[in-house]
């Protein structure tokens, strides 16, 4: 077998075990062994288990993961969600469709505390959509609204993505969140837009004269303002060198497990939830890892990577459409898989690949350039049909809506997405603004 008729042979087993509803880190596990051991014998592949799972989840970095995700936790169980949407709505909600521009603020906020996509869309729908269904809102543009609002939990830091992003191309993870704000803040305001002209250019969706009661913004303010505090104290400590992302992330988590309990919403159900929730999504996403990288040193001993990065570089194809190719695979990827699977099974073939362009940029920047990238392809991916994992999770949880509903309901998210991912492309310095200031 030639190695390209491998290396397709190993993705064709891996999807074969995915269609059939198989884990994914296991079908990948399943797949690089599969591949491994096609190229050596059982010594050479028992060798090198042996010292794998140790070499992985021995790196120091990787603690930064479940303590984010901890943090997350203490704010969903804590009630932090509702006091952000409360705020979000007493500021917007006399607006034409300002619960939906509501449900953007408060999904961007609460991002600043989670780091998960889908934990940010399930965590604000269960406040969201019983309040919007109220007010005479669309199910597909309530649904559409947070499904999008969802994406924003990887793209306001802290970010699980970009610390995956960070730890597999030995990037700088403060300088990653810091090169997210821009694009975040384009992406929030992008959707707050979209929202705007879709409820005057398609009627029905939103009421004639939506009656919102408006919340005293002084209370409301005092809800959110822990929330406030421990994005600065978390993120001003890390840009300020005062302690690293890991260390960051363990005061964070602190931070919010006391505001939580001063909050008197966090109980002890809720803090045995927390850690079990904390644990169950780590253990997911370092069996990802494990099997990415069976999958990815099965792949190496083929030689395809490097010999796809080489042809390339020999087509002679501008640097920027190669670029833009590798984000078309992404957007496709994403479509089927989850964000995570996405970046470390590709990310050994496509890195060295980008790497390899001359953009004259140095190679750090042009690494967090990529990153940006990669993360708002990651973002659509969540969006688009036929799985668009936030639109599949937000949906579950509106009763009655149906999924195509939800579907045409994210159309102009999808434009947003695309539009800033163009923008990122073609305008570098927006997503290093902030990066060069570190320097």
Same mark, same amino acid.
């Given at each position: 077998m030639t190695p390209i008729a491998l290396a397709l042979a190993i993705f064709a087993v891996m999807l074969v075990m995915m269609a059939v509803r198989i884990p994914i880190g296991v079908a990948m596990f399943a797949a690089g062994s599969f591949g491994y051991l096609a190229q050596t014998d059982w010594g050479p592949y028992a060798n090198f288990l042996k010292s794998l799972a140790h070499a992985r989840f021995s790196t120091y970095d990787l603690s930064v993961i479940p303590l984010f995700l901890l943090m997350g936790q203490f704010a969903s169980q804590g009630g932090l969600s509702r006091a952000l949407f409360r705020f979000a709505a007493g500021l917007l909600g006399r607006l034409k469709g300002g619960l939906s521009m509501a449900s953007i603020v408060a999904c961007a906020a609460f991002g600043a505390v989670c780091g998960s996509s889908v934990a940010t869309a399930a965590t604000l729908s269960s406040v969201a959509l019983p309040e919007m269904a109220r007010h005479g809102y669309s199910g597909r543009l309530s649904t559409a609204t947070l499904a999008a609002g969802g994406t924003l939990g990887i793209m306001v830091p802290p970010s699980v993505i970009l610390v995956i992003y960070g730890i597999l191309t030995e990037q700088n993870i403060a300088k990653l969140f810091a090169a997210a704000m821009l694009p975040a803040l384009i992406m929030i305001a992008g959707c707050m837009i979209a929202i705007g002209a879709y409820v005057r250019l398609v009627p029905g969706h939103v009421p004639d004269h939506d009656q919102v009661e408006r919340a005293s913004l002084r %209370?409301?303010? @005092?809800? *959110? @303002?822990?929330?406030?505090?421990?994005? *600065?104290? *978390?993120?001003?400590?890390?840009?300020?060198? *005062? &302690? +690293?992302?890991?260390?960051? /992330? /363990?005061?964070? /988590?602190? #931070? +919010?497990?006391?505001? @939580? =309990? @001063?909050?008197?919403? =966090?109980?002890? #159900?809720?803090?045995? +939830? %927390? &850690?079990? =929730?904390?644990?169950?999504? %780590? /253990?997911?996403?370092?069996?990802i890892f494990l099997g990415a990288d069976v999958m990815n040193s099965a792949l190496a001993l083929t030689q395809v990577p490097n010999q796809l990065a080489e042809g390339i570089g020999a087509l002679g194809i501008p640097p920027l459409a190669i670029v833009a190719i590798i984000l078309l695979v992404y957007i496709a990827l994403g479509c089927v898989m989850d964000e995570l699977s996405v970046i470390l099974l590709t990310m050994p073939i496509f890195f060295p690949i980008v790497m390899g362009l001359d953009f004259g940029m140095d190679y750090s920047e042009q690494a967090i350039w990529f990153g940006m990238l990669v993360l708002m392809t990651v973002v659509i991916g969540l969006l688009t049909p036929p799985v668009g994992l936030n639109v599949y999770i937000v949906n579950s949880m509106a009763k009655g809506v149906p999924i195509a509903e939800s579907y045409r309901g994210v159309l102009p998210f999808l434009v947003v997405g695309l539009l800033a991912t163009v923008l990122l492309l073609l305008v570098p310095e927006i997503p290093l603004a902030f990066v060069r200031m570190m320097d």
């Open positions: %209370s409301a303010l @005092a809800g *959110v @303002a822990p929330i406030g505090l421990i994005f *600065v104290l *978390v993120f001003g400590g890390i840009y300020g060198g *005062v &302690f +690293t992302p890991t260390e960051g /992330a /363990a005061i964070g /988590a602190l #931070a +919010t497990f006391v505001v @939580a =309990l @001063a909050r008197r919403e =966090l109980g002890l #159900a809720g803090i045995a +939830t %927390s &850690f079990y =929730l904390t644990a169950q999504s %780590s /253990a997911m996403i370092f069996l």
